[in-house]
């Protein structure tokens, strides 16, 4: 299983960026994917999960500002991340369980400048 994440960089508050998760070596349409982050100094937390019927959950901190969806086509699961706050800086990595394992991509950093 591999997980490839894209699209991070420095924004400034208020601005947009999507990240983009490319996986490879899973039925992607059979498996929910997730968006979790880490922010230097503090535990990795849940950001998004997607579920195989397009269903999703949100970590409170970015209800109503990010949007998490999927290609099932490309294999790919999206996040838009909309009003950016620098307390959204972090690394951002997506994950798949598979037959009870977590496998995590690289991540991509994000910076939120204010």
């Known amino acids: 299983v591999q997980l490839q994440a894209s699209g991070g960089g420095l924004a400034q508050a208020g601005g947009s960026l999507r990240l983009s998760c490319a996986a490879s070596?899973?039925?992607?349409?059979?498996?929910?994917m997730g968006w979790y982050r880490q922010a230097p100094g503090k535990q990795r937390e849940m950001v998004a999960i997607?579920?195989?019927?397009?269903?999703?959950t949100y970590a409170d901190s970015v209800k109503g500002r990010f949007t998490a969806s999927r290609d099932n086509a490309k294999n790919t699961v999206y996040l838009q991340m909309n009003s950016l706050k620098p307390e959204d800086t972090g690394v951002y990595l997506c994950t798949v369980v598979v037959s009870g394992r977590n496998y995590w991509g690289q991540g991509t950093l994000v910076t939120v400048s204010s």
């Open positions: 070596g899973i039925i992607f349409a059979n498996n929910a």
């Open positions: 997607v579920r195989i019927r397009d269903s999703t």
